[in-house]
């Protein structure tokens, strides 16, 4: 492990003998470590060099452990402080913790027990220092991509896309029209090694039957009637990049032989010409059709299936993955009003929430700006701002219902949290308390909440602690 990646502990004592005690501590347990005589010489040191641990001496001259805290917490609030006397009351450890102290420790204290408060306060840290890797991660995935969302679903998409991006495979992308077969592809092009190369995107549903293979193909001057010129067809134009084929099964029967020679030959023949081209180029198909049984019906080519089959990446629908509504919305105001706050009310998230979005992902976003145009100079988009099939989803069933939303500031005065904020707070306690093993006192600290607030979020969230967990967590 190299010194980057080791956590930096900082001993604060009057004591020598004392914080060479701790620095062997630490320095057994693979930190970084620094000492300090005194808290004015512990403030210097943290203004040059940030540390992740910091263990403060409750009393010493000028300036005491609980000054130190304070101060500290303003300039480093994710550095984890823990305080050291042989002065310990009750009262002192209170406001210690109230001051935002991980924990408190008396003199004398064991090697053993040390060296455990030490490790716990280290991996609260890692766990803190993983979450917010990991939420970056997907910020900067969904940024680059527009990829939106934070479920499961979404998170398996952006994987494949990871690990599809550098490669040649076909790849055909299933899902319902308007749930972003194309910001995928463009996904996977843009986001690998041949992002500089062509990408060419071709609308399979939208080509004339009869031109369909000079589009394609390109043609030779004089081939057909209009023909003026020779000209390249989308294949050429995509050589060493990407061609994306939406709406393949679209295509009719007698294209579909001529697309798999293609694909097989690596090589296209203009319309009204005897010589063959090479074409270099990697396929990307979509479909919202089942193409699996189109073939078994006839409909489609069996082996051309197969040539495009070789990795299948399946979008799911937005009524699939509702949770991600929130973020979309929040997406959507900021790409279509940005800069100007707007927020959705409560009552307007929840139709939002229970309408059925047959139409996706686009459907939500035509819906959006349809708002926002609505609205006018309003603040906030209410249910009289959505579209009248929207507006009469606002019933929520026995057992379904969910907290008000809004997708920037909930609604103050309704006293609940936004939907977003609900999913993610929800995964974010749940991956804490797998994380830790059920340890009730360690997931409160990583998640900076009291005990009382741990124990309503449990049973509000249904949170989930395994009987090997809750036998750990039966004595926090």
């Not at 060099?49 to 994710?78: F, Q, Y």
């Not at 939208?206 to 193909?217: D, M, N």
């Not at 309704?414 to 995964?427: H, I, Q, T, Y």
């Amino acid at each position: 492990m190299t010194e980057d990646f080791r956590i930096r502990f900082l001993i604060v004592d009057d004591q020598q003998s004392i914080r060479k005690l701790c620095m062997t501590i630490g320095a057994s347990l693979g930190f970084v470590c620094a000492e300090a005589e005194s808290a004015e010489d512990a403030l210097v040191y943290l203004e040059a060099s940030a540390a992740d641990i910091v263990l403060v001496d409750l009393k010493m001259a000028n300036m005491g452990g609980l000054e130190v805290l304070g101060t500290l917490k303003k300039m480093l609030p994710r550095t984890e402080v823990a305080i050291m006397t042989g002065y310990g009351s009750v009262e002192t450890a209170v406001q210690a913790m109230r001051l935002g102290a991980y924990d408190y420790i008396t003199k004398p204290f064991r090697v053993e027990e040390m060296k455990l408060v030490l490790q716990r306060m280290a991996e609260k840290v890692r766990l803190v220092a993983e979450n917010q890797f990991l939420l970056e991660q997907v910020r900067t995935q969904m940024e680059l991509n527009g990829i939106v969302g934070s479920s499961a679903r979404i998170q398996d998409v952006l994987r494949m896309v990871a690990r599809l991006k550098d490669t040649r495979t076909p790849v055909l992308i299933t899902g319902e029209s308007g749930t972003g077969k194309e910001l995928v592809a463009r996904a996977i092009h843009f986001g690998g090694v041949y992002a500089k190369r062509p990408f060419v995107a071709v609308d399979c549903g939208s080509l004339v039957p009869t031109l369909i293979e000079s589009e394609l193909f390109g043609y030779e001057k004089g081939a057909f009637t209009g023909a003026v010129r020779t000209k390249a067809g989308l294949f050429q134009h995509a050589d060493g990049g990407t061609i994306f084929l939406d709406e393949i099964g679209e295509l009719p029967m007698e294209m579909q032989a001529k697309l798999l020679r293609v694909l097989q030959e690596k090589e296209v023949r203009p319309v009204g010409s005897n010589q063959k081209v090479r074409v270099d180029v990697r396929v990307l198909a979509a479909t919202n059709r089942d193409l699996e049984a189109a073939y078994k019906a006839g409909t489609f080519r069996k082996d051309l299936y197969f040539r495009l089959n070789v990795v299948t990446l399946h979008l799911a629908a937005l009524r699939e993955r509702k949770s991600d509504i929130p973020t979309l919305v929040r997406w959507f105001l900021g790409r279509i009003a940005p800069n100007r706050g707007l927020q959705v009310s409560n009552a307007a998230m929840n139709c939002l929430l229970n309408y059925e979005w047959p139409g996706n992902v686009r459907e939500l976003e035509n819906c959006i700006e349809r708002a926002v145009a609505l609205g006018g100079d309003a603040m906030v988009i209410d249910v009289d701002d959505l579209p009248p099939s929207i507006q009469g989803a606002a019933t929520i069933g026995p057992g379904a219902r969910v907290p008000a939303i809004s997708a920037g500031v909930s609604n103050a005065a309704e006293g609940e949290p936004s939907m977003d904020l609900v999913a993610m707070e929800r995964a974010t306690i749940q991956r804490v308390f797998d994380q830790v093993g059920g340890d009730k006192t360690l997931a409160r600290q990583i998640l900076g909440i009291s005990r009382a607030t741990l124990y309503r979020k449990i049973k509000l969230y249904n949170i989930r602690i395994g009987q090997q967990a809750a036998a750990v967590s039966s004595t926090s």
